[in-house]
DNA sequence: GAGGTCAGGTTGTCATTACAACTGGTTTTG
DNA sequence: CAAAACCAGTTGTAATGACAACCTGACCTC
């Protein structure tokens, strides 16, 4: 059955910076999440949509790996794609929590528990790359969306990004989003994600009652050019807080 | 700098079922975590690279594609092909916990504490698509590792599987293997991860004090087709376990 | 010396073509 | 009637060609 009936308005420009493969994948996960292509059917073949859109089929086939990287469908040899079932859809981005929040409508302030330099702590100065004894960028914030207290955060930079990460800033702001906007490219970052019993000071400041279980994650990114840019120990309240993420298995292409 | 003549010897099987470009991958793989593609450097260019293997550069790209989808390599527009530094490197895979262990030479242990059907819990029948009512393959497991409890696992699964997986099975093996074995093909898992305090039950299967921090998690897995294969519900001392994972930002190609 | 300009090299995008491999249903065959 | 063979439809793999966009470093100008 044909289910690109609603694609043929999904009028591709030629003439945007915006690659013909990305406006296509953008148009059909709309599509996707809209519910006009409802769940479990299949794609028009990628011939046909090439047809329709006037374009090659490389550019159909490079915009729906798009999609199955993201879970969003699923291609069968000899069969079809099919629009992945009911409602999964989690990616584990590589975004803030600030602006998750912000995007749900929770509006997140920030209060800063400290901003200062101090010398490098020795379990970071590998993971960020810097020498011993130097002095990197430390701070240390509480999240709190809706009243609540939902995340205390200790990050640690290298001393070069301090022009770019200001206490100002990170008072109105999620951290990525400021690293973007100076100019730094986040590409990847290895996390690990474990649980713990709050110690008293955790406890008071996360407003629960002290050894009560934590969510705890461990982050260091990694710009554009491979260099290190943060690394992150944070910890949420584990009955306000969890990581939903899909994860799809080597599709490649 | 060419960086790339460990690569001639690499010879591609043309032969071979296996692609051209995803032979050309796992051998740009095996040489970076060899250490043979020294962190940092340049890949060969793709034009390069195409003309020592005599393929065409989409091949190539397509085989670099799979690298940085894995976050092995950054590609810069307009300067080349950087090898990852230091030693990231851990995906979410989607894998089973024994053979996790295994691969570490863990020698895993299972422990079955029950295997049964039962009507389907109502939390689970919305994820597993099947009517409230029905039966469902209900077993818990508790897998030792080194001698030690090391996680609380609960599964549902569609009665249709039950010829698959038997609990005679389970006990040498891990659940997805069982499934690959049984021709069923998982392609997407959405899972959930948090944090709780031990139940006193938990808490002595485990061997931990009740009411310490475990880490949770929900995962739901789908095949090829799309259906949902497994409902599962584990839990892990927090001492003794974490989940690790790299998170690359879209990348697309 | 500082700044802008340009050229060369690299990855990014896209089209076109061809054939292989797989799936599911239909037809043929025993 | 059942099993095997076939066939149409679909995605998978690969080559070739062309141009665009981008970055760096060298050169030139002021």
Redesign the pocket.
């Known amino acids: 059955m044909g289910a690109g009936r609603g694609l043929r308005d999904a009028v ?1 420009d ?1 003439t945007s ?7 296509l994948a953008q148009s059909l996960e709309t599509a996707i999440r809209s519910g006009r292509l409802s769940s479990g059917s ?9 047809r329709q859109l ?12 798009v999609l ?1 990287n993201r879970g969003l469908v699923i ?7 099919l629009v992945v079932p009911v409602k999964i859809r989690r990616p584990v981005r590589l975004s803030s929590l600030y602006d998750d929040l912000a995007e749900a409508g929770q509006a997140p302030t920030t209060r800063m528990l400290a901003f200062e330099t101090v010398p490098v702590p020795a379990e970071v100065a590998s993971s960020l790359q810097v020498s011993r004894g130097a002095r990197v960028l430390h701070f240390e914030r509480l999240r709190m969306a809706s009243g609540q207290p939902i995340a205390l955060m200790r990050n640690f930079l290298p001393l070069s990004l301090a022009e770019i990460v200001t206490e100002g800033d990170l008072r109105n702001t999620g951290l990525y989003r400021l690293l973007q906007r100076g100019g730094i490219h986040l590409r990847l970052a290895s996390q690990s994600i474990g649980a713990r019993s709050a110690q008293p000071r955790e406890a008071k400041l996360l407003k629960v009652p002290s050894g009560s279980p934590l969510l705890t994650m461990r982050r260091i990114s990694y710009d554009d ?1 491979g260099r290190s840019v943060e690394y992150g120990s944070h910890v949420y309240p584990a009955d306000r807080y969890s990581f939903e993420m899909s994860v799809v298995s080597d ?3």
Do not use: K
């Open positions: 591709l030629r910076p915006v690659p013909l493969y990305y406006q299949h794609l028009d073949n990628e011939l046909e949509l090439a006037r374009i090659s089929r490389p550019t159909v086939r490079r915009a729906i790996a199955a291609r069968r040899h000899g069969i079809g794609t050019a599709s490649t292409t």
